[in-house]
């Protein structure tokens, strides 16, 4: 995206995390599993897809373990787009 000249704001979560209450105003009405990231080691230990944790659990997991967030959160306005969705980026850019 940098590429194409879209200005970027990055933010490296393991070094500046997302805080419980951050995570909470960015994913909002939406629904909070789909920022889960389904390959992470956590997510397939504790099997969340079978038995997703509550929204609170998982707000405080992912604080805790970034890596746990699906990855990258591109966002513009008020749409998010989760992990490498070309389709729907290049829908975000248009």
Not at 20 to 38: A, M, S, V, W
Not at 50 to 61: D, H, M, V
Not at 80 to 92: C, E, F, M, S
């Amino acid at each position: 995206m940098q590429k194409k000249g879209v200005q970027l704001e990055l933010r490296d979560l393991d070094k500046q995390r997302l805080t419980e209450k951050e995570l909470n105003e960015l994913i909002g009405g939406r629904d909070y599993t789909l920022f889960l990231n389904p390959r992470n080691e956590l997510y397939r230990e504790r099997r969340m897809k079978e038995k997703p944790p509550s929204r609170a659990e998982a707000l405080k997991l992912m604080a805790e373990n970034p890596n746990l967030i699906r990855r990258p959160v591109v966002i513009r306005g008020r749409q998010i787009v989760l992990g490498y969705d070309q389709a729907q980026l290049k829908k975000l850019l248009s």
